[in-house]
């Protein structure tokens, strides 16, 4: 180690950076380790990225942050879900939620019986059986209460948030918990000449910064991991085909929805994100199938408020780096990869990248090659399941404008493939561990975008039919009643963590 103490140099201060920056502030114990990050003003962030999963407010809990004071900083809002509208079909909209559609009865769960009422005609819609979605579409938001028999337990809830203000106020925390903060632009690296680790960056002002290990949280550019070390991105464009993506913020709407809209356009799709002093907006496209004009116009034409700014252009591909951690350098953010925010997932991938890096963190400056293959073993597994969640959505659409005609058409990854007919079957989907998405989240896209079971699972044979229909009415009457005794969300917001005007 360089000193005494083992050198942790991050690079880059977009949300990525901060967060990671601020782990390190809450568990690495100062007297053994040195954390320093960079960034570079004169470069800026991405500066876009406003919806959520829940699994941010375990980040933010491990941290200790106050959740009052953590919304109200960055202009939060609670989110229950995403709206997805003219998916499956040109009028269609179905809400995947952060909750459960009923519960098990006895073997099989909830979802098998819903199916076996559903083929014998006797179900109502399967979002009537989900407390979240219930309240989401009548704009009303509460904490979940404790009491685990009580409808309004079963349901977690993300954020909607200003990213920019989200990696500001973690500078803060951070550096007033002894983050070294360096500004400056990096103009060359330099390696170690046997190992080819990374020794030192070095900036336009001339100052060297050296370390033992370095977090590579540059953005898109990927300084260090792409561009240093070369490691490639594995491109999947060719089943993620959007590149590009307009932003706009709005004014905030009468519509203040607890929930993220994406609504499927020609060319891609557009979302939605009401945050307490705006809305964000943004069209994510594939530019092969329209042009930044006429993307511009689609966006600023389907706004439900006034555009408060010009469209800002961003491009991006498709893909995860081969490896996330190389020699001395951890990758993430979008340094480590990109997968289009249909789902919300690239903070969840920052999160995560930082909790398994904060566990696998060498003790020694020498870095047993054990630890980086274990990194790179979840984070793989991460990425390709989120990858082939995104897919489905693309791949179950009526083929009506040529990019919904190339995706409903072309190839898919043999996991999905997989998982599609085991669905297909009887509507089983496999739990595991690590990684996104559980059951729930796939019941409802499938559902949502028209691919049903052709059968109902054996185990959901046991109770007679009018048992199961009467279960069934009781679950969807106990959750209507329940979400109407519910506050607004813009009254909720306004009690609970009103945001100052910017
Ligand atoms: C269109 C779009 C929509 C998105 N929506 C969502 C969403 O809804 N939800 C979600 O979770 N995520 C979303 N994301 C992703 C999200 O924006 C990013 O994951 C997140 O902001 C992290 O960005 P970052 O910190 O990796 O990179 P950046 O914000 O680009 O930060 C890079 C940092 O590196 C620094 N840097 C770069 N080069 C140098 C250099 N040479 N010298 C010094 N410093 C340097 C920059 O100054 C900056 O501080 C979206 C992304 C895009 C493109």
Redesign the pocket.
């Given at each position: 180690m360089m000193g005494d103490r083992f050198e942790l140099v991050i690079?880059?201060?977009?949300?990525?950076?901060w967060m990671c920056a601020a782990a390190c502030a809450a568990k690495l114990a100062p007297a053994r380790f040195r954390v320093r990050l960079?960034?570079?003003e004169e470069?800026?962030?991405?500066?876009?990225?406003?919806?959520?999963l829940p699994q941010m407010k375990d980040f933010n809990d491990f941290l200790g942050l106050d959740e009052v004071e953590f919304m109200k900083a960055t202009q939060a809002s609670f989110k229950l879900g995403i709206e997805f509208v003219n998916w499956g079909r040109e009028g269609d909209r179905y809400i995947h939620p952060f909750g459960t559609f009923g519960r098990p009865i006895g073997e099989a769960d909830f979802f098998s019986y819903w199916i076996r009422a559903n083929r014998a005609g006797t179900a109502a819609p399967l979002f009537d059986y989900c407390f979240p979605i219930v309240a989401a579409l009548q704009n009303r938001f509460m904490l979940p209460v404790g009491d685990g028999n009580d409808v309004r337990s079963a349901f977690a809830y993300a954020y909607h948030l200003d990213?920019f203000l989200y990696a500001r106020y973690l500078r803060g925390w951070a550096e007033a918990r002894g983050i070294e903060r360096i500004e400056?632009?990096?103009v060359d690296v330099e390696q170690h000449s046997e190992s080819g680790d990374i020794a030192a960056v070095k900036l336009a002002s001339g100052t060297r910064v050296g370390g033992d290990m370095f977090v590579d949280?540059?953005?898109?550019?990927s300084?260090l991991l792409g561009g240093t070390l070369g490691v490639d991105l594995e491109d999947w464009s060719p089943w993620l085909p959007c590149d590009s993506?307009q932003?706009v913020p709005s004014a905030r709407s009468a519509d203040f929805t607890p929930y993220t809209r994406s609504t499927r356009r020609t060319a891609g799709w557009q979302w939605r994100?009401p945050l307490q002093h705006r809305t964000g907006n943004?069209y994510?496209y594939s530019s092969a199938d329209i042009s930044d004009d006429e993307a511009a116009a689609t966006l600023l034409a389907n706004l439900d408020g006034e555009a408060l700014a010009d469209p800002r252009v961003?491009r991006?591909k498709a893909g995860k780096r081969e490896k996330a951690w190389a020699k001395n350098c951890v990758g993430m953010?979008?340094?480590g990869g990109f997968l289009e925010?249909l789902e919300?997932?690239?903070?969840?991938l920052?999160q995560m990248a930082i909790m398994h890096m904060l566990t696998l963190m060498p003790d020694e400056r020498a870095i047993d090659p054990a630890l980086p293959a274990g990194f790179n073993r979840v984070m793989d597994v991460e990425y390709d399941r989120i990858r082939d969640f995104l897919i489905l959505h693309y791949i179950a659409n009526a083929p009506d404008a040529p990019l919904w005609e190339r995706v409903t058409t072309g190839d898919i990854p043999d996991t999905l493939a997989g998982k599609i007919e085991r669905f297909r079957h009887r509507g089983y989907i496999e739990a595991y561990r690590d990684g996104l998405f559980g059951p729930p989240s796939w019941q409802a896209v499938f559902v949502g975008q028209g691919i049903e079971p052709r059968a109902a699972d054996r185990l959901a044979d046991v109770l007679p039919a009018a048992t199961v229909d009467e279960r069934l009415a009781n679950l969807a009457a106990t959750i209507a009643d329940a979400a109407a005794t519910l506050p607004l969300h813009a009254d909720f917001i306004a009690r609970y963590c009103p945001a100052p005007a910017p």
């Open positions: 690079v880059g201060g977009g949300t990525a950076g960079i960034e570079s470069i800026g962030t991405v500066g876009v990225g406003e919806a959520t990213a400056g632009r990096i949280c540059s953005g898109f550019r300084l993506a932003a994100i943004g994510v961003l991006f953010g979008l340094a925010p919300s997932t690239s903070i969840y920052v």
